[in-house]
Nanobody, 120 residues
Framework: QVQLVESGGGPVQTGGSLLLSCAASGNNFDIKVMAWYRQAVGKERELVASLTNTGITYKDPSVIDRFTISRDIPKKTTSLQMNALKPEDTAVYYC??????????????WGPGTQVTVSS
């Protein structure tokens, strides 16, 4: 079992920056990938950025030059540094962790989400 908790969301003006953080707790879950997703009102949840244990990074083209994902693998944390924010970045941001649980099944765990609101 693993629990994820995000922090760092809030309101920000266009062009501003926010740092989102996520901490995983619990044992018996071997995390292989941590990622950030977002879901805007009326839209489907979408992958923003991910980072594997081996350092492979993915970022959505809409954020590739503005957002940076990082991880502290031993501490089971991930962060998303968001710069040059735009109103279209407004969404609930979710942290996720993919990995092997104690039953030997590959699963995805989710945090409850944190709201990011970018005003023009």
């Amino acid at each position: 079992q693993v629990q994820l908790v995000e922090s760092g969301g809030g309101p920000v003006q266009t062009g501003g920056s926010l740092l989102l953080s996520c901490a995983a707790s619990g044992n018996n879950f071997d995390i292989k990938v941590m990622a950030w997703y977002r879901q805007a009102v009326g839209k489907e949840r979408e992958l923003v950025a991910s980072l594997t244990n081996t350092g492979i990074t993915y970022k959505d083209p809409s954020v590739i030059d503005r957002f940076t994902i990082s991880r502290d693998i031993p501490k089971k944390t991930t962060s998303l540094q968001m710069n040059a924010l735009k109103p279209e970045d407004t969404a609930v941001y979710y942290c996720s962790a993919d990995g092997w649980n104690q039953e030997g099944l590959y699963r995805t765990a989710w945090g409850p989400g944190t709201q990011v609101t970018v005003s023009s």
